[in-house]
């Protein structure tokens, strides 16, 4: 799954930042999509990174903030897992979770300004 011109897109609280490069470089720049969200998850895998075939088209994110924000990871999850859903039945086709990465994100650029 990606967006027909490749921007990322916002919608039903989610983010779909789509995986533009190569297929040898899918795999960096998805950390460095997850990296921009979350500091330090280039550690979450460690030594065993998740590989599958296809590579992923897209990073789907869901961002919260609060004042217990681990309580947050599973209504998060949930919100993504949803959105597939809604991606399935609105798009026929194998629209798949390959990896999940939970965190602290980092501060947003409209949050810094």
Do not use: C, W
Request: proline share 8%.
């Amino acid at each position: 799954m990606t967006t027909t011109d490749g921007e990322p897109v916002e919608f039903a609280g989610v983010r779909v930042e789509p995986v533009i490069s190569e297929a040898a470089d899918h795999g960096r720049q998805l950390l460095s999509i997850v990296s921009a969200v979350i500091a330090g998850a280039s550690s979450a895998y460690g030594r065993d990174r998740p590989n599958d075939f296809p590579p992923p088209e897209s990073a789907v994110i869901a961002r919260e903030s609060g004042s217990q924000p681990f309580d947050l990871a599973k209504p998060l999850s949930l919100r993504i897992e949803r959105f597939m859903l809604l991606v399935r039945l609105l798009r026929p086709g194998t629209s798949e979770s390959m990896a999940e990465v939970q965190g602290e994100t980092a501060r947003s650029d409209d949050e810094l300004s």
